[in-house]
């Protein structure tokens, strides 16, 4: 994506916006990545810690792609905190991670939808149906991830296409948790995590207009997570199943 391009999806910034300084606002937003550790720890402890050691039922990809997910949450939290204690460089070493981690989470997206396509293959409708939390991850992380890599010398902006990629791990953490403490179907677990997801990025986004702040980013991170709750209502829909049917063909 060129930044002509991106420049078109993204406003370009005002002149009277510091590029560098962090707002006071985030300087705990490591709190809400914490809150979304916990809910990935909690999730997926049933499925797939509670084997630990043996691991029979996951793959090696299984595992890459968990610890790619985990270092970039990790990131998340832990780069806030290195710029509100002043440990600039430090921030901008780890920072760096991302051009290394970020395409690879991109990479093993691709391989667990493929994975888990094969895996239910003897239901294609219902595998088609699945293929929405698989492509939708893969699309949109990687789609924030590339603005935020574009506006990485403007922190505001910056730093909140970051936060939209961590946003989107909500849903595979505390849905997980909703299925296996509380007996819910998988349909109403995602469809909570999507509302919560869009409910936090709502709050952010009138608070940034309140406060004049640029509003630009949580507009597409929220346009996003809208997209995602659509695709997951209509993903037994013929226009989905043609499109997924299509696409794993091709790619799968």
């Known amino acids: 994506m060129t930044n002509e391009l991106i420049i078109l999806i993204v406003p370009k910034p005002p002149s ?6 962090m707002e006071k606002t985030y300087k705990n937003i490591s709190v809400l990545f914490i809150l979304i550790l916990i809910g990935i720890l909690w999730g997926f402890h049933k499925p797939y ?21 985990m ?22 070493a780890i920072g760096k991670l991302a051009y290394i981690i970020g395409p690879m989470i991109t990479i093993y997206l691709f391989l667990i939808a ?13 595998a088609r149906a699945f293929m929405v939390l698989d492509l939708r991850g893969l699309f949109f992380f990687t789609t924030l991830y590339v603005l935020a890599l574009s506006y990485r010398k403007i922190t505001p902006y910056h730093m909140r296409f970051m936060i939209g990629t961590g946003l989107l791990m909500i849903g595979p953490g505390f849905g997980r948790a909703l299925i296996n403490s509380f007996d819910m179907t998988i349909w109403d677990a995602i469809t909570y995590t999507d509302y919560a997801a869009i409910f936090i990025t709502t709050a952010l986004l009138i608070y940034d207009i309140v406060k004049k702040n640029p509003v630009a980013p949580y507009t597409i991170v929220l346009i996003i997570l809208v997209i995602e709750k ?6 037994m829909s013929g226009p989905w199943q043609t499109f997924a049917g299509r696409f794993a063909a091709m790619f799968f």
């Open 16 to 21: 009277t916006l510091n590029p560098t300084v």
């Open 49 to 69: 810690t509670m084997e630990f050691p043996d691991f029979k039922s996951f793959q090696m990809t299984d595992h890459i792609h968990g610890g790619l997910m």
């Open 71 to 92: 270092s970039w949450l990790l990131m998340l939290i832990a780069q806030p905190i290195f710029i509100v204690t002043g440990r600039i460089q430090t921030h901008r």
């Open 114 to 126: 493929q994975l888990g396509y094969h895996k239910g293959a003897d239901h294609p409708e219902i």
């Open 230 to 235: 659509l695709l997951w209502y209509y993903r």
